[in-house]
């Protein structure tokens, strides 16, 4: 059975930091392409980054130069370091495959950045 748990998210300040994680299991997390996806109210859950199973990166351009995607297959966890947080970065972030090989999706991290 497939299971992704995302922690790290919480309230912080425009120009303020978090770092996400995403502890995998129940998958071969090492061969997988991985993603952090967010979504907010009514819109569409968007894939803000993405790192192959040779670190090799991509970033939605909103992000890039502020986010960092990283993996340590040892630990099956991806993470994302976010720098320079703008308020509309607030959004439930989720990790998943990419593409999304499997219906499972983990509860989400809050990220909300207000003054």
């Known amino acids: 059975q497939v299971q992704l748990v995302e922690s790290g998210g919480g309230l912080v300040q425009p120009g303020g930091s978090l770092t996400l994680s995403c502890g995998a299991s129940g998958i071969s997390f090492s061969i997988y392409r991985m993603g952090w996806y967010r979504q907010t109210p009514g819109k569409q859950r968007e894939l803000v980054a993405t790192?192959?199973?040779?670190?090799?990166?991509t970033y939605t351009d909103s992000v890039k130069g502020r986010f960092t995607i990283s993996r340590d297959n040892t630990k099956n966890t991806v993470y994302l370091q976010m720098n320079s947080l703008k308020p509309e970065d607030t959004a439930v972030y989720y990790c998943n495959t990419v593409p999304i090989t499997f219906g499972s999706w983990g509860q989400g991290t809050q990220v909300t950045v207000s003054s």
């Open positions: 790192i192959t199973s040779s670190s090799s990166r």
